[in-house]
């Protein structure tokens, strides 16, 4: 019984009724302009035989569905419909709101979907001004002065006598029952509706191939803004913190030490500011020439910041940086600076050893610290797993490859780019 009555009380039943009348309406307009047309052509042709307005209107009818059809092709309309579908009718994820096609194929269905909507709708508008004026009339019988001529004048079922008690009680209830007949008539063909809109309104296969790409790109857009952020604004923060928290510590027994640690945090400040003004740049699709593109040319400045926060650098850079690509070269400075900010994060001012072999068509970078006993355990988890896997992202487009791992109390992470093919 339930489920018998739900499509009387369900919203859905109800907004769905709107979408066809939506439909007759918007059809009328059509139909009468080619029942027009159509009635002056015959009228022109012989005397009297545009004389039938019933017979204009179901000529019109099909010369005003290809009408109809045909603003299919017209800018905005696929969308239009799109959004009242959704609003309206269903809002199945297949019926989502994407870019207007020009695709042949989808406003071939775009116009299949208007003239399926506004015939149907316009059968639904009938059915509902003719349905709900007799429900009205049966309704007013129990209670009108002289019930005879409204209730034959709405159905024939009683005869042509004038109506009973019995009669004027039972009209009320078939308008009733009539009422929830075009209710459930709406409701039948509004589900139909909603079946037939991801067809008709859906996206292709060639339009979800191109928002699955879309996205594709979007996110690896939004991973690799990610790493920007995590490389260069993580690394200043990371020795931010380092001198902040060196410079409290010796502030008293060492104000000379403290003054140049905060001067370093000053710098440390400037360039992450210069960063994040890049990288917010790229999130407004700004280019800016002036963005910082650090490189190897930048890595003695890397090495020497390094330095400064009280770790031991051992640097041992071979070849000539210089002829490294440029993207090659950038990225490999941003594994050094990763790399480093990684010791100084978990090992805090540890003697470390850096170790750069760039060749003709490749190159190899080696960063290895010692382990401190405490953090043996877990080193390498942690917050600097986001930064190993950016690398091994990073690596992964330019076809290198990355290993880390602590070996014999050291922990060593090796990185090799190659940029011409070996054969």
């Not at 600076?337 to 490749?362: S, Y």
């Amino acid at each position: 019984m339930r489920r018998l009555s739900a499509p009387l009380v369900r919203a859905s039943t109800y907004t769905r009724w709107v979408h066809l009348v939506l439909g007759g309406v918007v059809f009328v307009p059509y139909l009468m302009a080619t029942s027009v047309l159509i009635s002056l052509i015959l009228a022109s042709g012989a005397a009297g035989a545009g004389d039938s307005p019933a017979s204009s209107l179901l000529i019109g009818l099909a010369p005003a569905l290809l009408l109809v059809g045909a603003t299919a092709w017209l800018p905005g309309v696929r969308t239009a419909q799109t959004h009242l579908v959704r609003a309206l009718v269903t809002r199945a994820p297949a019926v989502q709101q994407g870019a207007e096609s020009t695709t042949a194929r989808t406003r071939l269905r775009t116009a299949l979907w208007l003239v399926v909507h506004v015939s149907v709708g316009f059968a639904a508008s009938l059915a509902t001004m003719i349905g709900l004026t007799q429900a009205a009339v049966l309704a007013a019988t129990a209670v009108a002065p002289d019930p005879a001529q409204l209730i034959q004048g709405s159905f024939i079922v009683f005869g042509d006598a004038p109506p009973g008690i019995a009669q004027r009680v039972a009209a009320p209830l078939l308008g009733a029952g009539l009422v929830a007949v075009l209710v459930y008539a709406a409701a039948a063909l509004g589900a139909l509706m909603a079946r037939l809109a991801p067809v008709l309104l859906g996206p292709s296969a060639a339009e979800r191939l191109a928002a699955a790409q879309q996205r594709a790109e979007t996110l690896a857009e939004r991973n690799r803004l990610a790493r920007e952020l995590h490389d260069s604004i993580g690394h200043a923060l990371s020795a931010i913190s380092l001198q902040a928290g060196t410079a409290a510590r010796v502030i008293d027994t060492d104000p000379a030490f403290a003054r140049s640690a905060l001067e370093s945090v000053s710098d440390q400040a400037r360039i992450a500011t210069a960063e994040l003004d890049h990288v917010l740049g790229l999130l407004r699709e700004e280019r800016s020439t002036t963005a910082p593109q650090r490189d190897l040319s930048h890595l003695e400045q890397l090495i020497e910041a390094t330095r400064a926060l009280g770790a031991d650098v051992d640097a041992d850079i071979a070849g000539d940086t210089g002829a490294v690509p440029g993207i090659v070269s950038r990225e490999t400075y941003r594994i050094c600076q990763e790399g480093l900010t990684n010791v100084l994060r978990h090992a805090g001012p540890v003697p470390v050893t850096l170790r750069l072999r760039v060749g003709d068509e490749a190159l190899e970078v080696e960063i290895a610290n010692p382990v401190p006993e405490a953090s043996s355990a877990g080193w390498g988890s942690g917050g600097g797993g986001r930064g190993l896997r950016g690398m091994r992202e990073r690596l992964g487009l330019l076809g290198g490859t990355l290993s880390a791992g602590a070996e014999d109390g050291r922990w060593r992470l090796c990185a090799a780019i190659r940029w011409k093919d070996p054969h």
